[in-house]
């Protein structure tokens, strides 16, 4: 039996950048908010002097542990899904700050053309072009409308970078320069602007310099340590809720922060919840915590989970369209790229940061002509040096054996002499890449887990062959003596990591009917229940998620602010 606590104003679940922006805005205007994690207190002196690849890098120490909660997965609806036991795709966040914590920084705007993918798509092309088993749909909102508050979380996180003429307007310029040019990314720059493109500078959340923002919170410039993406950052010069957001939350006085909360499921009527139940991890109490407002800040995969758990919302149904909890769960398409191998040429890549790259825009988006394409949207083109760590640094020709003499022999030639063009794909909708309860595994406490039936489209596969073509030509005038370029797109395997961008599943839009939240990230069917964080994104777009996602969530924060005053739907 659950003990039951005194009701208040706001209970958010989980703290990571979702979770800590909307604290720390409503606490900020006076309303008290309670902070559900499920994990541990994570504070900036974990990480001093601690650069440990095999802990953090191997060992996932700051990611959720498989052991009590994984993600089942599918290739298709006739396969019986399988748990992930060790993580390779996905790399889900655990803890104060949630993936927030151990991110790289790459910090975009998603373009004008996201916002309203499916008419401005329609208008250049015909109504034929998006196929009817990719459920593509406008975001019912605008690039213009959110414009501001992608300034808000820029300015709160102090984001580096510079303007590109292709992308959407800018109220004003990136709070902070761009990130250190160095002889790696000229490497690239050199190579793209001879074939005309127009390279710029990756926006980064590792601060380009010491920055002090809106909140008076100030940061230190970033060191290059390489120790940044899967790591935490010792001088809290990455941007990190932990760094940022949470502690204005906790100096106002009105957040009741409370770690090692499993939140199992939130209560209602059906049409507004009245709180949530959650286990204290560490005693196995359990607690009913009652409130005017439940807002699900728990990662694109237990929003939906807690959802669908909780009768929350009708269940998306693959085989005729209909419901949309669970719909238009996409991913990214990394494939397309091109490793370059120099003989004769060293390059600094110890050095490093998680963000620091440089790319061209001419392939994302809409920004060139699909007309005879079989596949829309792009691809961020992209040159990166995150820094090579000793153990994860064995990248050799492809055809030479995984281990013995010859691996040895082309890793330490090697290891100092590669350089990549990569390819960050926009992932379109399917009509059977979706996510649901699974009906055989649960976690340690009893809920089932989370289902995913995915696999790379048509439009996918389209996009990589193409993008494979524009890596491949911009390593070739990068003069290097061997080029492996990957220009097919394997099938989709739970088990290689490519990235942990994962989007959908509880997405925003116009029409109830078609969307489970509107544009505050308020529930159509549950107007007290504010679902916030990339689940929100009916497509992905070929940049990294978290910019759009901390965007919505001030927006999401100034709504629950509005419906605490006046109730009823926001829009
Ligand atoms: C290694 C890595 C590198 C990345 N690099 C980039 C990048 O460069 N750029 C970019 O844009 N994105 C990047 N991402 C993605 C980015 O980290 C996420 O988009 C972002 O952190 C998501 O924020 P969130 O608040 O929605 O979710 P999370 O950060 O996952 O926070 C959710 C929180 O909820 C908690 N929680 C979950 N379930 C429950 C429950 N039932 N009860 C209570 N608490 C719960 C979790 O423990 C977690 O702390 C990266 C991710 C990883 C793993
Ligand atoms: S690379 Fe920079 S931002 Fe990243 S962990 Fe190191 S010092 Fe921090």
């Given amino acids: 039996m659950a003990t039951k606590l005194p009701k208040e104003p706001v209970v958010v679940i989980g703290m990571g950048w979702a979770g800590g922006i909307i604290a720390s805005e409503l606490t900020k205007a006076g309303i008290k908010v309670v902070g559900l994690e499920r994990g541990k207190e994570r504070k900036m002196s974990d990480y001093l002097m601690v650069h440990d690849e095999l802990r953090f890098q191997h060992r996932e120490e700051l990611m959720q542990d498989l052991s009590k909660e994984t993600v089942t997965h599918r290739n298709n609806s006739k396969m019986r899904a ?84 292709l992308y959407g307007r800018r109220s004003n310029p990136y709070p902070t320069k761009p990130m250190l040019k160095t002889p790696v990314l000229e490497e690239f720059e050199k190579a793209a602007k001879k074939l005309g493109y127009k390279p710029y500078m990756m926006p980064s959340a590792n601060l380009s310099e010491n920055y002090e923002n809106p909140d008076g919170i100030a940061r230190a410039a970033c060191q290059y340590c390489a120790y940044c993406e899967n790591f935490g950052c010792e001088y809290g010069a990455k941007a990190d809720p932990v760094v940022t957001v949470l502690p204005v939350a906790q100096e106002t006085g009105n957040l ?22 959650y286990v204290d991890t560490l005693t196995g109490e359990e607690f009913e915590q009652p409130a005017e407002v439940v807002v699900v800040a728990s990662y694109v995969f237990n929003n939906a989970r807690l959802l669908l758990n909780s009768g929350l919302g009708k269940p998306y149904n693959p085989a005729d369209g209909t419901g949309v909890i669970g719909k238009n769960y996409c991913y990214q398409v990394s494939s397309g790229y091109s490793t370059l191998f120099y003989n004769d040429r060293e390059f600094n890549l ?29 691809a961020g083109i992209r040159s990166t040096q995150y820094g090579n760590r000793p153990i994860a640094n064995n990248n050799v020709p492809i055809g030479t054996p995984s281990w013995g003499k010859e691996f040895k022999e082309q890793s ?21 890449n979706y996510i649901d309860l699974d009906p055989a595994y649960k976690d340690a406490y009893g809920m089932p887990l989370l289902r995913i039936t995915y696999d790379y489209t048509e439009q996918d596969k389209e996009l990589v062959k193409y993008m494979a073509k524009v890596t491949k030509s911009i390593a070739e005038e990068m003069g290097p003596d061997h080029i492996d370029t990957v220009g097919e797109q394997a099938p989709f395997n739970v088990n290689v990591d490519t990235n942990t961008h994962n989007t959908g ?67």
């Fill in 505 to 571: 599943g509880v997405i925003m839009g116009a029409e109830p009917e078609t969307s489970a939240i509107n544009s505050y990230q308020q529930m159509w069917d549950a107007e007290n229940v504010f679902v916030v964080g990339a689940s929100a994104f009916p497509h992905n777009s070929c940049f990294n998620p978290t910019g759009t996602l901390g965007a919505l969530s001030y927006r999401a924060a100034e709504g629950i602010e509005t419906y605490l005053k006046q109730g009823g739907s926001l829009v």
């Fill in 412 to 432: 330490i030639k090697y290891t100092n002499s590669i350089l990549q063009v990569k390819s960050q794909g926009a992932s379109m909708p399917h009509r059977q």
């Fill in 82 to 165: 399988l748990p992930m036991r060790q993580y390779g795709t996905f790399i889900v966040g655990d803890g104060l700050g949630g993936a927030g914590s151990h991110w790289n920084g790459q910090t975009y705007r998603f373009l004008p053309y996201d916002f309203e993918i499916k008419t401005m798509t329609e208008e250049r092309y015909g109504k034929n072009k998006i196929k009817a088993d990719y459920p593509l749909q406008n975001w019912g909102i605008t690039y213009d409308e959110l414009e501001p508050y992608y300034d808000t979380f820029e300015k709160m996180s102090g984001i580096s970078g510079e303007t590109v003429e």
């Fill in 256 to 277: 009741d922060l409370r770690t090692h909360a499993n939140v199992t499921q939130i209560l209602n009527d059906g049409t507004k919840a009245t709180g949530v139940i």
């Fill in 350 to 378: 110890y050095a490093g940061a998680g963000a620091l790259g440089i790319e061209i825009p001419e392939f994302t988006g809409d920004n060139f002509d699909h007309t005879n394409e079989n596949f829309i949207h792009g």
